[in-house]
């Protein structure tokens, strides 16, 4: 009976549904884009200068110090309609299972 309150606490903790982590400005990614947590997961901001804005979508271009994952050059092109919607008004992009495959992209709402 002495650890039943810590027992209850551990079954709880490991029953809680795994959330995801959040951007650098406290709003949460997407659980289907992001896996670890802030310092070790595979969703990240990157820099403007990463993105370039193409006929019909995106031209995200990623090298090593960009992304904690990047390890070598990286381009990828992705559709407007493909982006998900960033809180803030930066760019955040989640690469898993690898630093070659890009799970989600966010952006900030276009001013045309």
């Given at each position: 009976m002495r650890n039943l309150p810590l027992t209850l606490l551990?079954?709880?903790?490991?029953s809680?549904?795994?959330g995801a982590h959040d951007a650098h400005t406290g709003w949460d990614y997407d659980k289907f884009c992001c896996n670890g947590d802030n310092h070790s997961g595979d969703c990240q901001m990157i820099s403007t200068k990463n993105v370039r804005i193409i006929n019909g979508g995106y031209q995200i271009?990623?090298?090593?110090?960009?992304?904690?994952?990047?390890?070598?050059?990286h381009n990828f092109s992705l559709r407007q309609d493909q982006a998900r919607r960033s809180?803030?008004?930066?760019?955040?992009i989640c690469l898993y299972?690898?630093?070659d495959t890009?799970?989600?992209f966010y952006a900030p709402d276009m001013a045309f």
């Open positions: 551990v079954v709880f903790l490991l809680a549904p795994a271009s990623l090298g090593p110090g960009d992304h904690r994952l990047v390890t070598r050059p809180q803030d008004e930066d760019y955040h299972p690898t630093e890009l799970r989600c």
